[in-house]
């Protein structure tokens, strides 16, 4: 089946625009997360949807980053007022429990 | 913090030398998985380890985990170019809301022709 996708794959914006990053989970994947990684660095935990709970966001590096999962699937990821040190590589990933199934990320450019 | 911390942070080897890879956290884990990244771009996964296991093989690949030690080691035999890639261990620690797990910073693995 499908695996993960994710849209844009790449999204080149200016300095203090907003902009959306989309997810596609694995149909019936109940976690979702939303990871950073940076040029040669590790991944840096951004967000977690589980089910119907409350999202974990104590990741978020600030509050111009949110994220929605509507009907336990689809997920958007929004930083607003985009700023140049915002530039990575953003992951998304969806679990059943156990192993993650990541997608092909969304390379952001903030010039 | 319950973070996994691979090491080293880059190795390189010849080809078909044994590669391994360390991964050290802090707090006790449900499990430990270990992931293989390409060009930047997502992460694959490739093992993961149960508390109550000690060792497990997939392929050429052998990962131990020692829970009184907070460690796990991968060993990649025989390698071969196409496994020059970043590894990383992410944790699943115990008391963690739901199946939330953290990775660590990976270890860039670089095999010469």
């Known amino acids: 089946g499908a695996g993960v996708s994710q849209s844009p794959s790449n999204k080149v914006t200016e300095k203090g625009k907003d902009v959306e990053l989309r997810c596609d989970p694995i149909?019936?994947?109940?976690?979702l997360y939303w990871y950073r990684q940076s040029l040669g660095q590790g991944l840096e935990f951004l967000i977690y949807?589980?089910?119907?709970?409350?999202?974990?966001k104590s990741g978020l590096p600030s509050d111009r980053f949110s994220a929605e999962r509507t009907g336990g699937s689809v997920s958007t990821l929004t930083i607003q007022r985009t700023q140049q040190e915002d530039s990575a590589v953003y992951l998304c990933a969806s679990s059943l429990g156990g192993a993650q199934y990541f997608g092909p990320g969304t390379r952001l450019t903030v010039t | 913090s319950q973070q996994g911390e691979e090491d080293p942070q880059a190795l390189s080897i010849q080809e078909g030398e044994n590669a391994t890879m360390n991964c050290s956290y802090k707090t006790s884990i449900n499990n430990l998985q270990w992931y293989r990244q390409n060009s930047g771009r997502g992460l694959v996964h490739l093992i993961l380890i149960r508390s109550n296991e000690r060792e497990k093989h997939s392929g050429r690949l052998r990962v131990t985990l020692d829970t009184s030690k907070k460690s796990s080691s991968l060993l990649i035999t025989a390698s071969r170019a196409a496994d020059t890639a970043s590894y990383f261990c992410?944790?699943?620690?115990?008391?963690?809301?739901?199946?939330?797990?953290?990775f660590g910073k990976g270890t860039r693995l670089h095999i010469l022709p």
């Open positions: 949807f589980q089910g119907n709970s409350a999202p974990d």
């Open positions: 992410a944790t699943d620690a115990t008391g963690n809301r739901d199946d939330k797990i953290i």
């Open positions: 149909s019936g994947h109940t976690a």
